[in-house]
Nanobody, 123 residues
Framework: QVQLVESGGGLVQAGGSLRLSCLAS????????MGWFRQAPGKEREFVAY????????YYADSVRGRFTISRDNAKNMVNLQMNSLKAEDTAVYYC????????????????WGQGTQVTVSS
């Protein structure tokens, strides 16, 4: 089993930056791909970013590509999401998740989820 805890959310002005962190427990962390998803009020959960087990392959949603960067530090059991040039439409609860199998952009491909951290971007 994997346990995930997100942190780093908060309130920022449009154009600002936040760094989200996901701390994982479980001995299999370093061999698992990870993803970030988000869910805005009244909307379905959507894919944000993906990173493979060693950090060499990343994928991003079109809406965040060029602004967000996903990274991982397996020695620290941590996955990060650096968010720059934030927009009001980035407001959502952000979740990290541990990939199991299946396409990277589908939430059902992920086996374990954190509790989420709120990101609010004001304009």
């Amino acid at each position: 089993q994997v346990q995930l805890v997100e942190s780093g959310g908060g309130l920022v002005q449009a154009g600002g930056s936040l760094r989200l962190s996901c701390l994982a427990s479980g001995r299999t962390f370093s061999s698992r791909a990870m993803g970030w998803f988000r869910q805005a009020p009244g909307k379905e959960r959507e894919f944000v970013a993906y990173i493979d087990w060693n950090g060499r392959i990343t994928y991003y949603a079109d809406s965040v590509r060029g602004r967000f960067t996903i990274s991982r530090d397996n020695a620290k059991n941590m996955v990060n999401l650096q968010m720059n040039s934030l927009k009001a439409e980035d407001t959502a609860v952000y979740y990290c998740a541990s990939h199991n199998s299946g396409v990277y952009y589908r939430g059902s491909s992920y086996a374990y989820w954190g509790q989420g951290t709120q990101v609010t971007v004001s304009s």
